[in-house]
């Protein structure tokens, strides 16, 4: 039978007056899995991976009295991940918390509980799932003092890999800040820095995130698992919003920030397939690759959201066939959506970095509907009249209108399903 040894070691002064400790604690490696299976017990979830939960190890040092208690050279072994850490506790009616925790590496996934299907019928878009919601109790917040740091060397979860993690939070009279919390993304740096302020029953969030050089192509797909960008993210975002639920958050969002790809491409849409169908007449365009995708040497996306209207003044993207400006709004409360997409089609395949001012075909996109269901106006007008450089006649070499319709309308509606408020 599987069994669980433990040695203790140390001595305990004053056990019914005031009773002092200082004890060294020893938890022999074993299986919970094991365990709980001869004692005919589940686990309170199955985890995605049957192998975990085998391995558990645990030693530790105790010292203090039940007002205050300091835990030193822990080390503990969970499967294939060993964490070393100390604390201590005090004042255990507020409580006063202080913690230093090192994890070498350990991947969450396997541990998150095993998908279930959910069979309950879906709720419809507008409508309450059931009555009010429950408000979150705070009380134990607002006493807590809190000074911790966590570093991990690997983590994963949702398939989301981490490195060389650095986080830093304390807590006091109900406001806690994580000041900061760094790591290693795809080949980049996060640095994140936040407040929650639980004074009030409703919470205050605060928070400023910067990127720098993370590979946003593999970060979109091991988290999405769909191929939708590629390039050097750098961003730079600091928003504020009230509340702990969604429509609330959506709603007292507000904050500005700006984000910034490089050398990538918008995979799956050719937002150049237009001049291309145009100028292939004309001996302009290049043959289509075999998977639809539209380079760029730079997605320049700055927003500002004032109580959860998205606001960009010129997003910019410039790509070899295509310099493309939008602007408007999205209301990320209501789900509308009030845009203008201007493509600048150029006569030219300089390639990535070509930044002088050419002349070409222009066709204004006016985006309105729902985040859903978006509708897409193009401007004809504008387009007929218009050259691409050195040839004549342009307007007779212009596909139906029909087809020119169908083909911007469907590039236009991937397109902003493919930015960060698309759905």
């Known amino acids: 039978m599987e069994t669980i040894t433990i040695q203790v070691k140390g ?3 004053n056990p019914a007056s005031s009773p002092q400790m200082n004890l060294a604690m020893n938890i022999e490696s074993f ?23 085998n391995t558990v190890a645990l030693a530790l040092k105790l010292s203090g009295n039940p007002k ?4 030193s050279d822990g080390k503990l072994t969970l499967d294939d991940s060993q964490i070393a850490f100390h604390a201590r506790a005090k004042d255990f009616e507020k409580p ?8 070498d590496r350990i991947d969450l996934d396997r541990y998150l509980p095993a998908p279930v299907k959910d069979e309950r019928p879906p709720v419809e878009k507008g409508k309450s799932s059931g009555g009010p919601s429950k408000k979150t109790d705070y009380t134990s917040l607002r006493k807590l003092v809190l000074d911790g740091k966590i570093e991990v060397g690997e983590l994963k979860v949702k398939d989301v890999r981490m490195q060389n993690i650095i986080l830093k939070t304390t807590a006091s009279n109900g406001v806690i800040r994580l000041e900061p919390c760094v790591l290693d993304l795809y080949k980049g740096r996060m640095d994140v820095n936040g407040t929650l302020d639980v004074r009030e029953n409703t919470p205050q969030t605060a928070m400023k995130l910067e990127l720098n050089g993370t590979q946003v192509g593999p970060l979109v797909k091991d988290l999405l698992q ?3 960008i590629e390039g050097a993210l750098n961003a730079d975002v600091d928003i504020r919003l009230q509340g702990d639920q969604p429509e609330v958050i959506r709603r007292t969002l507000n904050g500005k920030g700006n984000l910034t790809f490089k050398d990538g491409a918008i995979v799956g849409i050719d937002l150049a397939n237009l001049v291309r169908n145009i100028e292939a007449k004309l001996g302009l365009a290049d043959k289509p690759s075999e998977k639809p995708r539209t380079d760029f040497s730079e997605l320049f996306i700055p927003f500002s959201i004032t109580d959860g209207l998205f606001k960009t003044d010129g997003s910019m993207l410039n790509s070899p066939l295509l310099r493309l400006v939008a602007t408007g709004t999205a209301d990320l409360a209501k789900e509308t959506l009030n845009m203008k997409v201007v493509p600048k089609f150029v006569g030219t395949l300089v390639g990535q970095g070509d930044t002088k001012q050419r002349s070409g075909v222009m066709v204004p996109v006016n985006i309105t509907g729902s985040f859903t269901q978006p509708k897409f106006q193009p401007d004809f007008k504008s387009l007929i009249g218009q050259s691409v450089p050195d040839k004549k006649d342009i307007e007779k070499m212009i596909p139906p209108k029909e087809k020119v319709k169908e083909d911007l309308g469907k590039q ?9 408020f698309g759905k």
């Open 11 to 13: 001595r305990i002064e």
């Open 31 to 53: 299986s919970p899995r094991q365990l709980l299976e001869k004692i005919q017990k589940p686990l309170p979830f199955e985890p995605k991976d049957s192998k975990v939960f």
């Open 68 to 71: 205050d208690i300091a835990v």
């Open 96 to 103: 006063d918390l202080k913690f230093d925790l090192n994890l």
């Open 226 to 228: 769909k191929e939708i």
């Open 412 to 420: 236009a509606e991937d397109l902003f399903k493919g930015l960060p």
